[in-house]
């Protein structure tokens, strides 16, 4: 079993910069997961957020491309998203996802239904 665990979100302003965590704990993933962010705004369908495959290919949704940079260290198991000039519609809990098969191509990282694992979220709201 893989337990995925968020940190890092909270109240922030309009143009703020926040890093998000996700700590991977439980069975050690081999060198082949791709891990990605996930959103979900109040009355809203989760949306895709970012993604990093093993081979090092990033996807970014079109909202938060260019303000966003998503990244791994292999060695804490952990996976970050940076995000910058935050604007009130990034207000959503911000859930992490991995699959640790290998088997997601670039094409469809940024579908929910290829993860196998899910955290359980963290808030993150952005005032005006």
């Known amino acids: 079993q893989v337990q995925l665990v968020e940190s890092g979100g909270g109240l922030m302003q309009t143009g703020d910069s926040l890093r998000l965590s996700c700590a991977a704990s439980?069975?050690?993933?081999?060198?082949?997961?791709?891990m990605a962010w996930f959103r979900q705004a109040p009355g809203k369908e989760r949306e895709f957020v970012a993604a990093?495959?093993?081979?090092?290919?990033?996807v970014y949704a079109d909202s938060v491309k260019g303000r966003s940079t998503i990244s791994r260290d292999n060695a804490k198991n952990t996976m970050y998203l940076q995000m910058n000039s935050l604007k009130p519609e990034d207000t959503a809990v911000y859930y992490c996802?991995?699959?640790?098969?290998?088997?997601?191509?670039?094409?469809?990282?940024?579908?929910?239904?290829?993860?196998?694992?899910w955290g359980q979220g963290t808030q993150v709201t952005v005032s005006s």
């Open positions: 439980g069975r050690t993933f081999s060198g082949r997961a791709t």
């Open positions: 996802a991995a699959d640790p098969s290998g088997r997601i191509i670039t094409s469809s990282m940024s579908l929910s239904a290829q993860y196998y694992y």
């Open positions: 990093l495959r093993w081979s090092g290919a990033t």
